[in-house]
């Protein structure tokens, strides 16, 4: 079955960087879009960023553009997410899949999540 495993959160200071990483099993990784989700305490789902099969595709919110760089390596079947100048407003679990997000829900394929806390 489809498996999907979030890692490397934390807590970070405000301008900290932090790289989590989400390890796929149970499909073919490599001919799957792939995407970053996150959900802040008290809030609904937010899309974050999301990558083509091709590699070289890439889409970002307009809250994370210019700080975060996903990327993914489909022979280690690994997605990452590469975060900088954290603020406290990217406080939130981030959840990795291939599945989408409409009007707030999401359907398809997502792991448990990984909690990111951004916080002096």
């Known amino acids: 079955q489809v498996q999907l495993v979030e890692s490397g959160g934390g807590l970070v200071q405000p301008g900290g960087s932090l790289r989590l990483s989400c390890a796929a099993s149970g499909f073919t990784f490599s001919s799957s879009a792939m995407s970053w989700v996150r959900q802040a305490p008290g809030k609904g789902f937010e899309w974050v960023s999301t990558i083509e099969r091709v590699g070289s595709i890439t889409s970002y919110a307009n809250s994370v553009k210019g700080r975060f760089t996903i990327s993914r390596d489909n022979a280690k079947n690994t997605l990452y997410l590469q975060m900088k100048n954290l603020r406290p407003d990217d406080t939130a679990v981030y959840y990795c899949?291939?599945?989408?997000?409409?009007?707030?829900?999401?359907?398809?394929?997502w792991g448990q999540g990984t909690q990111v806390t951004v916080s002096s």
């Open positions: 899949g291939s599945g989408t997000l409409v009007r707030g829900r999401r359907y398809g394929d």
